[in-house]
């Protein structure tokens, strides 16, 4: 699956991507940097009905959003582990709770240190900027 | 009897601890993983098994440094939220089995009001309502403060912090991460008016830092087509432009944000504040529209245990004490 999109199409791209994901919960996300991870992210947390202000996790490691589904409270995780040396570390920091949380949505940056953590059905997406500069979104 | 109150900070990299008596900050140790460094990482040890083994001395040398004993404390304050979860678990773990060993009361503060308290350790306190522009790596807001416990948020980033904004421009240019500060430290050599990076149209009082992200990269691409030495040999003007660009948007919010509130009481705060060009903004900013400025000293930017000593001060005062229920969160919401 893939998607090119500009950005004033960010938001019909995420509502499009949920559609096509709607029984999936974790992701990796990887590109270079100004690719354009935090803001699609965020575009997907927006298309879920976060309220909460969504920002980069790059500093924290790991952001938690909220967003209602039928009445019930769910949590979305941005989890960016580039500062983060090993599994262990990842582990102490609670990336582990974080995947394998019911029902939760986790997105996850750098996630070559939690290779073996992350469950057989992971969407492995990849970011990148076209030369016209527009995006590619691709998923494998 | 005086109040005396321990304070634990673990929300992040830092464990840290102090000890406040009747508001004054009688010690504040930082145990930073620099130890860390000296094995190669520039990456931050960061795992809650660190602040595990920093925890028991960094507060015995707070409660030593300060001359109180276990026994003399009225309250133990910690960070509840936001951070990394299993850091802020060591905190306000070892925070309230103290407090229930004791049997004195709990208190738990939240981060980012903390370092807008930062302000006022010390003599030059701010008046209210106050205005802060809290700028860390991981955070940018603007803050308006109507009491020491009144505060709302009323502007903030939406992508990345302005540490962050500083540090990834740094990575953009070859330096090594975090480089927030060497950017400060070419740019005092360099012409700020030499490159233009557009400034982000956002409405109200919220920032934006990715498309400068972007706008940096694809100069650099741009420039280096022509000449492959381009950052190299434009270093010190390219970080000036680059700090130029992320203080003027911080500094034109503020201006905004005092201009639709008539505040004139006027603070940063946080990791950032270090930087010189954010600080000499403020300095000049705050003598052309006539501000109060106010900056905390150095070891009160940064992450540390002395601002959340000091909130919690405020808060004892208010009679506000967290039940041994208090559970730590990563959200950032007041």
């Given amino acids: ?140 | 009897m005086s109040v005396k109150i321990l304070a634990i900070e673990s929300s992040c990299d830092e464990t840290s601890a102090s000890v406040l008596a009747d508001g004054v900050i009688l010690s504040n140790y930082i145990a930073n993983q620099t130890v860390h460094e000296q094995y190669g990482g520039v990456v931050p040890e960061l795992a809650s098994r660190a602040h595990q083994e920093n925890i028991v001395p960094v507060v015995d040398l707070a409660l030593h440094k300060a001359g109180v004993r276990k026994n003399e404390l009225s309250a133990i304050a910690f960070t509840q939220s936001p951070g990394l979860i299993g850091s802020l678990l060591v905190g306000s773990c070892f925070a309230k089995s103290m407090a229930l060993a004791l049997n004195i009361p709990l208190i738990a503060v939240h981060h980012m009001q903390a370092h807008v308290l930062a302000n006022f350790i010390g003599e030059h306190k701010p008046s209210f309502p106050f205005l802060c522009l809290t700028v860390s790596g991981g955070h940018t807001q603007i803050v308006r403060c109507d009491g020491p416990l009144d505060m709302k948020v009323i502007g903030e980033t939406l992508d990345d912090a302005a540490g962050e904004a500083f540090d990834k421009s740094a990575k953009l240019l070859g330096l090594p991460y975090p480089g927030g500060p060497l950017i400060d430290k070419y740019a005092a050599e360099g012409d700020p008016n030499r490159f233009k990076f557009p400034e982000p149209q956002i409405p109200g009082l919220n920032f934006s830092f990715s498309g400068l992200k972007t706008s940096i990269l694809y100069f650099l691409q741009e420039q280096r087509e022509k000449d492959p030495q381009f950052t190299e040999n434009n270093m010190a003007d390219i970080c000036a432009s680059v700090q130029h660009r992320i203080v003027s948007i911080l500094m034109n919010k503020l201006v905004k944000a005092s201009k639709e509130t008539g505040i004139r009481e006027i603070g940063i705060a946080g990791g950032v504040s270090a930087n010189s060009g954010l600080r000499k903004a403020l300095q000049e900013y705050g003598k052309k529209h006539g501000w109060n400025t106010y900056i905390p000293k150095f070891e009160y930017c940064t992450d540390n245990a002395a601002m959340i000593a000091i909130t919690a001060w405020y808060k004892y005062q208010a009679g506000e004490f967290a039940g041994l229920d208090a559970v730590p969160g990563a959200r950032a919401g007041f």
């Fill in chain 1, 1 to 140: 699956m893939e998607w090119t999109f500009s950005e004033n199409e960010l938001e019909v791209t995420a509502k499009s991507f949920w559609q096509h994901y709607n029984a999936q919960h974790i992701f990796t996300l990887e590109g270079p940097m100004g690719a354009g991870k935090t803001t699609f992210v965020k575009a997907l947390c927006a298309a879920k009905g976060v309220e909460d202000a969504t920002a980069s996790p790059t500093f924290s490691i790991i952001n938690e959003y909220a967003y209602r589904q039928n009445g019930a409270l769910h949590s979305i995780y941005h989890l960016d582990l580039y500062r983060l040396r090993d599994e262990d570390e990842a582990i102490a920091a609670g990336v582990e709770d974080t995947i394998y949380k019911e029902n939760a949505i986790c997105f996850v940056e750098w996630p070559d240190i939690v290779a073996h953590l992350l469950p057989p059905d992971t969407v492995r997406l990849q970011l990148s900027v076209l030369p016209d500069k527009k995006r590619l979104l691709r998923a494998g």
